[in-house]
């Protein structure tokens, strides 16, 4: 089962948007597990991909689950609290089928960044 850890400011709206997640992955038959979780709380030996909202997808962010060897994602702008979790998990499922889990760090402009 593919665990996603989806970060949010204050913890609202990852919960909503991780049950949205959970039940839109339960139709398209994927066993997946999406659990709402602060960013300091992810431990270092971590082999979930964290899924980050893009408000808080800060370079001291990225730069910690990079330097600690988290894969992440970051979600599309579109993405706030339940609403947008289509649009999520296109970006996570994408993720986690990429080969080899990393695209590169695509800062700024692009709709996501993940690194492994």
């Given at each position: 089962?593919?665990?996603?850890?989806?970060?949010?400011?204050?913890?609202?709206?990852?919960?909503?948007?991780?049950?949205?997640?959970?039940?839109?992955?339960?139709?398209?038959g994927?066993?997946?597990?999406?659990?709402p979780?602060?960013?300091?709380?992810?431990?270092?030996?971590?082999?979930?991909?964290?899924?980050?909202?893009?408000?808080?997808?800060?370079?001291?962010?990225?730069?910690?689950l990079?330097?600690?060897?988290?894969?992440?994602?970051?979600?599309?702008?579109?993405?706030?609290?339940?609403?947008?979790a289509?649009?999520?998990?296109?970006?996570?499922?994408?993720?986690?089928?990429?080969?080899?889990?990393?695209?590169?760090?695509?800062?700024?402009?692009?709709?996501?960044q993940?690194?492994?």
């Amino acid at each position: 089962m593919t665990q996603v850890l989806v970060v949010c400011a204050a913890g609202a709206s990852s919960t909503f948007l991780a049950r949205r997640l959970t039940d839109l992955a339960s139709t398209a038959g994927l066993a997946w597990s999406f659990t709402p979780a602060p960013v300091d709380s992810i431990p270092d030996d971590s082999t979930a991909v964290v899924a980050i909202t893009s408000h808080v997808a800060s370079p001291d962010v990225l730069n910690s689950l990079t330097s600690r060897g988290i894969r992440h994602v970051i979600l599309p702008d579109t993405v706030r609290g339940g609403f947008g979790a289509e649009d999520a998990l296109t970006v996570i499922v994408d993720f986690a089928s990429d080969e080899d889990g990393l695209t590169g760090p695509n800062v700024g402009t692009h709709p996501r960044q993940v690194v492994n």
